[in-house]
């Protein structure tokens, strides 16, 4: 059931988010198709963007990997060397050297012919899962249209089919959790615009290659609660071992990262997004691994605003509850 519905609620996320620029399109007196063609090129744009920063992340960091690489084994031999020496540990640094070198060479550029045929193999042979990727895409992208256009007639649609007598309540709900989204879009983009300058400028002042890339993406897994950051600030120290070894640079990586978190944990978060969804972090992680397993990196993404519309629907159920005459008597 994941595989059907998973293009459905992709659609359904992505038109709610582009549904702003839509409507203010169609205030600056564009017809409603027009403008919502116009928010679907916006939206693909973003996430081509998206897709071309991790590249460029991946070229920066790959060629670096195989060119700092026996630069770091030295600084880490002069660095650990005598330490060990001092506890009578022989350690062939040479030979770690030029094996490790040899086959980070090999597995980067000498076998990039077998990598291509091996490439082309496993798409030729997994031809069925391609055509479902185009399929699941193009009807993405056709649903996601018609809700743009016919959003209100949808949800009228679907008004009408809840009972009279909870059509207030279920309105008042419906606000409620469009508010907590609206309100956490928002100060995510923010947050995400703030920290991008302040990561990649930090990176650019210690002389990390490849900062902006970096930086943006360190910002952008921030939606993508601790384990976002973690994979930012695994890069990060990866990137200053490769390029400078155990130096300076790992203490500035360190001080840039804890500080980053202080300001968006403690000042732009709570006043642009609110107190994140008010989810216990043993409920995120929850969260996290439960749309993940059903709806792969995408549902990872959604974890979060999904949880925050499960969190009105609790908090009212229990209200409902704790103030029925068979729970109070």
């Not at 998206?50 to 460029?56: D, K, R, S, W």
């Amino acid at each position: 059931m994941a595989e059907i519905f998973t293009p459905f609620l992709t659609a359904f996320i992505l038109a709610y988010a582009l549904r702003p620029v839509c409507l203010w399109l169609e205030r600056h007196r564009l017809p409603r198709a027009a403008a919502a063609g116009i928010a679907m090129i916006i939206g693909l744009a973003v996430l081509f963007s998206i897709l071309i920063l991790f590249i460029t992340l991946l070229k920066t960091e790959i060629p670096l990997i195989k060119a700092q690489f026996p630069e770091w084994v030295q600084n880490t031999q002069s660095w650990l060397g005598p330490k060990l020496n001092e506890l009578h540990i022989n350690f062939d640094w040479g030979t770690l050297k030029t094996s490790a070198t040899q086959k980070i060479t090999e597995h980067l550029n000498d076998n990039s012919d077998a990598l291509m045929s091996s490439t082309l193999e496993t798409v030729l042979t997994s031809g069925s899962s391609v055509i479902a990727g185009f399929v699941n895409s193009v009807l993405i992208l056709f649903v996601m249209f018609y809700l743009l256009i016919d959003w209100d007639h949808f949800f009228k649609l679907v008004r009408n089919l809840v009972p009279l007598r909870a059509q207030k309540t279920v309105h008042h709900l419906a606000m409620h959790a469009d508010g907590l989204l609206s309100q956490y879009l928002r100060g995510m983009l923010i947050v995400i615009s703030i920290m991008s300058v302040f990561y990649s400028v930090g990176l650019s002042v210690i002389g990390i290659k490849g900062s902006a890339a970096l930086g943006v993406f360190t910002a952008l897994m921030i939606v993508i609660p601790y384990i976002g950051i973690t994979l930012g600030f695994t890069l990060a120290i990866l990137a200053a071992l490769l390029q400078f070894g155990p130096s300076g640079a790992i203490i500035g990586v360190l001080v840039l990262y804890g500080l980053g978190q202080f300001i968006e944990g403690f000042f732009l978060t709570p006043r642009l997004v609110g107190e994140r969804i008010g989810l216990h972090p043993v409920a995120v992680l929850f969260a996290l691994l439960l749309f993940g397993k059903l709806f792969g990196f995408f549902g990872v993404l959604l974890a979060l605003p999904t949880s925050a519309v499960g969190l009105v629907l609790l908090q009212y159920g229990w209200s409902r509850y704790t103030q029925s005459p068979w729970y109070q008597k």
